[in-house]
Nanobody, 121 residues
Framework: QVQLVESGGGLVQPGGSLRLSCAAS????????MGWYRQTPGKVRELVAA???????NYADSVKGRFTISRDNAKNTMYLQMNSLKPEDTAVYYC???????????????WGQGTQVTVSS
């Protein structure tokens, strides 16, 4: 089973920055696409940024120019650098990864436990 662990959330003032990390672990696996999602109470989880296979990136319009997604394939880790944070960025942020779990010869789609980001003065 491929597990994802997020870190880096917290409280920050408007205009500040945070960097989220998502580390994947398991016995034998490959990672195809990775992405960051966020969710606020009563709303559907939404895509923030995605990095399919590490060669391209996609961003929600609301974060373009402020957030940067990246991944270190050697460390099986993905990052989200968030700059110029706004109160409306407040949410629980989840990382997601999909790929092949060689230990069971099946594709997987895993989610992290979520990390709270609060933007407030």
């Amino acid at each position: 089973q491929v597990q994802l662990v997020e870190s880096g959330g917290g409280l920050v003032q408007p205009g500040g920055s945070l960097r989220l990390s998502c580390a994947a672990s398991g016995s034998m696996f490959s990672i195809d696409a990775m992405g960051w999602y966020r969710q606020t109470p009563g709303k559907v989880r939404e895509l923030v940024a995605a990095i399919p296979s590490g060669r391209s990136t996609n961003y929600a319009d609301s974060v373009k120019g402020r957030f940067t997604i990246s991944r270190d394939n050697a460390k099986n880790t993905m990052y989200l650098q968030m700059n110029s944070l706004k109160p409306e960025d407040t949410a629980v942020y989840y990382c997601n990864a999909a790929g092949l779990d060689y230990s069971v010869s099946r594709r997987y789609n895993s989610w992290g436990q979520g990390t709270q980001v609060t933007v407030s003065s």
